[in-house]
Structures are given as structure tokens and as C-alpha cells.
């Protein structure tokens, strides 16, 4: 099993970036999908996850600022992301659990995202 994400980026405050994570080996649809997020000297944190019908969960703080999504034909995960703010620097992972398991199965490599003031 392979999460190939990309789509990181230094970005202006305010602007947008649009993470992508492809995922091989896995029956993607049978999957709950998510984004982490891990910024220097924190702990990874939850950014959003997804179902396979594509029910979402947000982190209280990103609601209306970030959007997950999946796209099963084409078995990848994406993660839109707009008014972006300094306090959103942080390397961005793609992670996926079987449905009703509790723990996340496999983990992509992350990329980074970095956003100026």
C-alpha cells in the first residue's frame, strides 16, 4: 500500500493550496480517509477525514476554511485549503483506516506546507 501526497507549497497568507494524495494498493472506497497535520514542536493533529460515501469531519477550528474530498475512480484524497494562515505551517499527511477500525493502517509521506505573513 502507497500514499503518495503532494501539492505542498509556500503560499502568502491568505492564499489557497490544494493537497492531493494518491493511494495504491488498497480498495480505496472500502477506506476512511484523513489529513493530519504536524507543525514544528507539536503533536500531529487531526485536520479532517472523509468516509467512502463522503460523509466529513473537521477539526472545530478549520470548519469553512478547509475542504476534504475523495475522488474513488480515481482513488485519491484532497484536501482544499483556502484563507490560509501563518498558524497553518506544518508538514500535511494523508492517512487511511478500515472502516470500523480504530487505529489508522497506513500513513503517506506528507508534504510540506508553509505559509508566510
Known amino acids: 500500500v502507497q500514499l503518495q501526497a503532494s501539492g505542498g507549497g509556500l503560499v502568502q497568507a491568505g492564499g489557497s493550496l490544494r493537497l492531493s494524495c494518491a493511494a495504491s494498493g488498497l480498495t480505496f472506497g472500502s477506506y476512511v480517509m484523513a489529513w493530519y497535520r504536524q507543525a514544528p514542536g507539536k503533536e500531529r493533529e487531526l485536520v479532517a477525514c472523509?468516509?467512502?460515501?463522503?460523509?466529513?469531519y473537521y477539526a472545530d477550528s478549520l470548519k469553512g476554511r478547509f475542504t476534504i474530498s475523495r475522488d474513488n475512480a480515481k482513488n485519491t484524497l484532497y484536501l482544499q485549503m483556502n484563507s490560509l494562515e501563518p498558524e497553518d505551517t506544518a508538514v500535511y499527511y494523508c492517512?487511511?483506516?478500515?472502516?470500523?477500525?480504530?487505529?489508522?493502517?497506513?500513513w503517506g509521506q506528507g508534504t510540506q506546507v508553509t505559509v508566510s505573513s
Open positions: 492517512a487511511a483506516r478500515r472502516i470500523g477500525s480504530s487505529l489508522w493502517d497506513y
Open positions: 472523509i468516509v467512502g460515501g463522503g460523509s466529513t
